[in-house]
Structure formats: structure tokens, C-alpha cells
T-cell receptor, first 116, second 115 residues
Framework: AQSVTQLDSQVPVFEEAPVELRCNYS??????LFWYVQYPNQGLQLLLK??????LVKGINGFEAEFNKSQTSFHLRKPSVHISDTAEYFC??????????????FGRGTQLTVWP | SAVISQKPSRDICQRGTSLTIQCQVD?????MFWYRQQPGQSLTLIAT?????????ESGFVIDKFPISRPNLTFSTLTVSNMSPEDSSIYLC????????????FGQGTRLTVV
């Protein structure tokens, strides 16, 4: 089975500073990788995903992530954050086996708080 | 892509009662999933709902407590039975299909409070 580790439960940062949210995974098969964002009292919204190809993927709201197969990591970055980026961020993985298509394994989440 | 409508969006229920949550997808999907997000926690998969067959439950979840229906390729329900305060959580429906390029789409969730 897959597992996901988000190394930081909380990341406080000042507005306009860069941020990196860390995510490591373990799997015995090829995986797809995702970052989701959850704003207060809302559902999950996909930020970006890695399926194949270029290891640097760009998502919405200026976020990007880099897939590093050797380090089994998929860290999320943004060069300059805004107060509106304050939310919970979840890293997730799935695999391409037909029997589990769409089934996601989530990390515990990282609360990003942006201060003025 | 897919749009998932989940209802109710929130409810406050008495202990010992049951609540059925509905999940409607605007297109046919192969896989539907039900997750639970307890306060301050990540998402935990309850079960996978396949059309025309019994749901597959994850360890720690049983059909008697969380019966699931999947009558067609666009709809599923999750019932939380004989509720206790420990069942207070957000319940999220998700759908996936090869036509969606492996992305899983989520409903807005049902925020359940058991008193």
C-alpha cells in the first residue's frame, strides 16, 4: 500500500515570503501525486498533479511542485504567498492499478498560515 | 472533469439516530469513494462504492455502521447508523474514472455533529 508523510503539521509565514510544504511518499508501484487545498469550511480543491513527464508541475494560484523519484518527494512551493493562501494543504498519492483507480492516500495535512 | 453535489452540507443529529448522505455526480464514473475527516485530522477512506456490487470497506469500518448504496454510475449514498458523538466528522464523497485522467473529484462534504 501507499503512504504519505507530510513533515510539517503547521507552517507559519509572512505575506510575500516564499514557502515550501514538504511531502514524502512510499510505494511499491508507480504513483500519481497530488496536492489538494482545503479552505475553512470547504471541500477539497485540486492544486496540481503529477502523472508523468516533466517533474516540475505548475498548478493554480501560483503554486508548483517538483517530483523527485530518487527522494520519493513531491514538495509544494510558492515564491510569494498571500494571506488568502491560508488553508490546509494535503498531499496525496494514487496508483494506476485499475482496481484502485481514483483511490487516494492522504498525508495528515499541513496548515499554512500567512501573517500580514 | 466532474461536478459532485453532496447533501446535506451539514446536519446536527441526536445520538442513536441515522443520517443518509447523498452524492450525485454529473457524469458516469467507475469509482466512487467515501472519506471521513475527523476534526483536525486528515482524510481516511471508509469504503469504495462500485456499481452493481457490494462496497469494499477499509479496516476499521463495517457495513452495519456505514451502509453504502451505489444504484447507478452517477449516484451513491452513505448512511451513518446509530450515531454517537465520535461520529462527528466531515464526510466527503469522491469520484474517479479513467476518463478523468486519474484525477479524483470531491464533493463539498457533509459536516456532521452528533449531540
Amino acid at each position: 500500500a501507499q503512504s504519505v508523510t507530510q513533515l510539517d503539521s503547521q507552517v507559519p509565514v509572512f505575506e510575500e515570503a516564499p514557502v515550501e510544504l514538504r511531502c514524502n511518499y512510499s510505494s511499491s508501484v508507480s504513483v500519481y501525486l497530488f496536492w489538494y487545498v482545503q479552505y475553512p469550511n470547504q471541500g477539497l480543491q485540486l492544486l496540481l498533479k503529477y502523472l508523468s513527464g516533466s517533474t516540475l508541475v505548475k498548478g493554480i494560484n501560483g503554486f508548483e511542485a517538483e517530483f523527485n523519484k530518487s527522494q520519493t518527494s513531491f514538495h509544494l512551493r510558492k515564491p510569494s504567498v498571500h494571506i488568502s493562501d491560508t488553508a490546509e494543504y494535503f498531499c496525496a498519492v494514487s496508483d494506476d492499478r485499475g482496481s484502485t483507480l481514483g483511490r487516494l492516500y492522504f498525508g495528515r495535512g499541513t496548515q499554512l498560515t500567512v501573517w500580514p | 472533469s466532474a461536478v459532485i453535489s453532496q447533501k446535506p452540507s451539514r446536519d446536527i443529529c441526536q445520538r442513536g439516530t441515522s443520517l443518509t448522505i447523498q452524492c450525485q455526480v454529473d457524469s458516469q464514473v467507475t469509482m466512487m469513494f467515501w472519506y471521513r475527516q475527523q476534526p483536525g485530522q486528515s482524510l481516511t477512506l471508509i469504503a469504495t462504492a462500485n456499481q452493481g456490487s457490494e462496497a469494499t470497506y477499509e479496516s476499521g469500518f463495517v457495513i452495519d455502521k456505514f451502509p453504502i448504496s451505489r444504484p447507478n454510475l452517477t449516484f451513491s449514498t452513505l448512511t451513518v447508523s446509530n450515531m454517537s458523538p465520535e461520529d462527528s466528522s466531515i464526510y466527503l464523497c469522491s469520484a474517479g474514472d479513467r476518463n478523468m485522467n486519474t484525477e479524483a473529484f470531491f464533493g463539498q462534504g457533509t459536516r456532521l455533529t452528533v449531540v
